[in-house]
Structure formats: C-alpha cells, structure tokens
C-alpha cells in the first residue's frame, strides 16, 4: 500500500517512514512548511529549516519521495485561534487541533491525491479494530504516550491512519534508527509549540495580539488588589510563578474575568474543582452512551488521570465529575476519557 509519512525530521517519524518501508510498503515522505521561523537556545520546535533538512536527508537514506508542501496559510489560522482563546481567557491546546485538521485534516487530503491508502506519523499511540470501529489505546512507553492529543479525531481519519511506533518503547525506536543509518537517531525531541519561536507563548501573544494586552488588578480572595498584570490573556489557571505579589505564602491563579480585564489569586485549594462540562465531546471508542460512564479522566496532557464519572447531556456535550476534588481544571484544556488505555472519547472544558 502507499503510505504518506509526515516527516518533521525527528527521529519517532523518521522511524514510522523505515518501518513501513520495511513491511512493504511505497513510502512518501512530507514535510510540512510552516512558514513560522522556529528555533531558540535552550529548546526545540519543528518545522524550522533545519528540520526539514533533516527530513529530507532521511527521505534520500531510505531511497523515498520526498515533498515538502506549504501549509502556511493552515499554520496562520492555527496561531490566529491560539491567540484568540488566550483573548477569551482560555488556555488552548493548538498540538490537538493541528492534528485534527492539518496532519489528519488537510495532510490526508494531499495524501489522496498521491492515490495513497494511508497517512503516517510518529505518534506514540496505537489503533485497533474492533467489531467494525477503530479504537485508540495508549502508546506501549507511557513516558512518551501522545493518545491525549489525537482524542477528537473522527472515524473516518483513524481509519486511514498508521502509528509505527506506538508500540514500541522510545530507546527501541532510537536503536532501529541507529541500525538503520538515520543520522536523526539520537536527535532531540521537540519540546516547543512550533510556531512559537522562544519557548515562551506570551511572547508569541504580545506579537499577534499586543494592541489588545491591557494593565488591570490582580485581586486575591478577600477582594483585595495586591498587585497588577500586563493583560489577562499572560496569564493561565493554577499558574504561580510571575504574578509578581508578596503575601507571605503561595498564590496561584485561579479565576480569569476578560470582561473585568481582572486576574484573581488564591491559595491552592481555591483550585480544586470536582466537576467540569465539557463541550464537543468526541467518542473515539466507543457509541455515545445513554447512561454514565466510570473512566479516568485526564484533563491536561502531563496530567494524571483521576476516577471520574462522565455524564452525557444534550447534544455534544457532558459533565465530567470527579471522585476527589482536581486542581486547575483550566477551561480551553481537553477532558480525555480513559478506560484503562482505551480512550472512550474526550471534549472541551467549558468550565
């Protein structure tokens, strides 16, 4: 079968492209430009040139074809929507939402031009069939599982999609890189969002957004304006360092008000929340059910999973309702459903 591999020049997909050459199958590889100039000291982003030539190196190794296509304009509207939930007080995750319509959106598109049955990526995550339906599980290295950000893709992408080496751990995916000659074998992982230069998305925010940053009152719990920020949208719920007061013991963020243009702080257990609804509730796994569901229900990527109980309501959406109290349940975030490591589906938290 022909397979597009979309190849960031790093060494997870630049593995998938080997491993599917090695079961038989016509790889093609695809860099997809950005337009974003990326890269700083200290961290690592994707899609800079350096990638691409990284990429392109492994696609020759391998005796592949290679494009390098231009998604500019999709990138432009992806920073526009991540600039535009920090305006809202929200805190986006643009990772979920690139994958959704970029690499399994318009990538696979592109792939069905080149008359391929396939698309690929170096995500550590692994698709089954069962009874008719593509279920997403886990990746076999826990330490490096990506299933939380491929949670809203449809029926109809899962079944195009191949995961080379979800199941597998990140040193084994090294070591068949080494023996395969790719010189990307021991590169770095990506750690950045890739179209935020710095490493630091406020900076990205003051650039496309620094006529709408306005000074206003950080308030504590008592009502009290115990300092001032530089714009609600610099700021995310539970964060604790860089609000710049003094009081004498720990503050987080805990309420954004954008209509107020106001940061409220508080002691930690004003974090704590035993419920959210969630809103364009996806199920991956399975039918959207009837009655609630018991899961673990993860609500940020580094997050631990927590015993909850998913309640579906109206439409697309449902409550999610914790069995202890979690922190920083931050609306913007996805809410991922767990079944140990099925993931059932998963939506937005409103609040």
Same mark, same amino acid.
């Given at each position: 079968m022909r397979v597009v591999v979309a190849m960031s020049g790093g060494v997870d997909s630049s593995a998938s492209a080997y491993l599917l050459q090695q079961q038989g199958h016509e790889v093609i590889g695809l860099f997809m430009r950005s337009g974003v100039s990326v890269g700083h000291e200290g961290g690592r982003g994707c899609c800079t040139a350096e990638d691409a030539r990284d990429?392109?190196? *492994?696609?020759?190794?391998?005796? %592949?074809?290679?494009?390098?296509?231009?998604?500019?304009?999709?990138?432009? =509207?992806?920073?526009?929507?991540?600039?535009?939930?920090?305006?809202?007080? $929200?805190?986006?995750?643009? !990772?979920? =939402?690139?994958?959704?319509?970029?690499?399994?959106?318009?990538?696979?598109?592109?792939?069905?031009?080149?008359?391929?049955? &396939? %698309?690929?990526?170096?995500?550590?995550?692994?698709?089954?069939?069962?009874?008719?339906?593509?279920?997403? $599980?886990?990746?076999v290295d826990a330490a490096k599982d990506q299933s939380y950000v491929l949670f809203n893709l449809s029926q109809a992408q899962l079944g195009a999609v191949r995961l080379p080496v979800g199941d597998l751990p990140k040193e084994r995916v090294r070591d068949l890189a080494r023996r395969a000659g790719l010189k990307v074998c021991d590169k770095p992982d990506s750690q950045d969002i890739c179209f935020v230069p710095t490493g630091d998305y406020r900076d990205t925010l003051r650039a496309y957004a620094g006529d709408r940053l306005a000074e206003g009152p950080i308030v504590d719990e008592g009502g009290r304006v115990v300092g001032r920020h530089g714009g609600v949208q610099l700021y995310t719920i539970g964060q604790r360092h860089g609000l710049r007061v003094a009081l004498g013991e720990p503050r987080y963020v805990v309420r954004l008000d954008r209509a107020a243009?106001?940061?409220?702080? &508080?002691?930690?257990?004003?974090?704590?929340?035993?419920? !959210?609804? *969630?809103?364009?509730?996806?199920?991956?796994?399975?039918?959207?059910?009837?009655?609630?569901?018991? !899961? =673990?229900? =993860?609500?940020?990527?580094?997050?631990?999973?927590?015993?909850?109980?998913? !309640?579906? *309501?109206?439409?697309?959406?449902?409550?999610?309702?914790?069995?202890?109290?979690q922190a920083a349940v931050t609306p913007g975030q996805a809410s991922v459903f767990y079944d140990a490591d099925l993931i059932l589906g998963g939506g937005w938290i409103d609040a």
């Amino acid at each position: 079968m022909r397979v597009v591999v979309a190849m960031s020049g790093g060494v997870d997909s630049s593995a998938s492209a080997y491993l599917l050459q090695q079961q038989g199958h016509e790889v093609i590889g695809l860099f997809m430009r950005s337009g974003v100039s990326v890269g700083h000291e200290g961290g690592r982003g994707c899609c800079t040139a350096e990638d691409a030539r990284d990429a392109q190196a *492994v696609a020759a190794h391998l005796h %592949i074809p290679f494009y390098a296509v231009n998604f500019e304009a999709e990138f432009r =509207q992806l920073i526009k929507d991540f600039v535009d939930e920090y305006d809202r007080g $929200r805190t986006p995750n643009p !990772c979920v =939402q690139c994958n959704r319509l970029l690499k399994f959106g318009h990538l696979l598109h592109f792939a069905r031009q080149l008359d391929a049955g &396939g %698309i690929a990526t170096g995500h550590y995550a692994r698709l089954e069939t069962r009874d008719g339906r593509v279920v997403l $599980r886990r990746g076999v290295d826990a330490a490096k599982d990506q299933s939380y950000v491929l949670f809203n893709l449809s029926q109809a992408q899962l079944g195009a999609v191949r995961l080379p080496v979800g199941d597998l751990p990140k040193e084994r995916v090294r070591d068949l890189a080494r023996r395969a000659g790719l010189k990307v074998c021991d590169k770095p992982d990506s750690q950045d969002i890739c179209f935020v230069p710095t490493g630091d998305y406020r900076d990205t925010l003051r650039a496309y957004a620094g006529d709408r940053l306005a000074e206003g009152p950080i308030v504590d719990e008592g009502g009290r304006v115990v300092g001032r920020h530089g714009g609600v949208q610099l700021y995310t719920i539970g964060q604790r360092h860089g609000l710049r007061v003094a009081l004498g013991e720990p503050r987080y963020v805990v309420r954004l008000d954008r209509a107020a243009n106001t940061v409220h702080i &508080g002691p930690r257990e004003h974090l704590l929340r035993s419920e !959210c609804s *969630v809103s364009q509730v996806n199920w991956v796994s399975i039918d959207r059910p009837d009655q609630p569901v018991r !899961c =673990q229900a =993860q609500i940020r990527y580094h997050h631990a999973p927590a015993a909850a109980t998913v !309640c579906p *309501v109206e439409g697309d959406r449902a409550r999610v309702v914790f069995d202890r109290p979690q922190a920083a349940v931050t609306p913007g975030q996805a809410s991922v459903f767990y079944d140990a490591d099925l993931i059932l589906g998963g939506g937005w938290i409103d609040a």
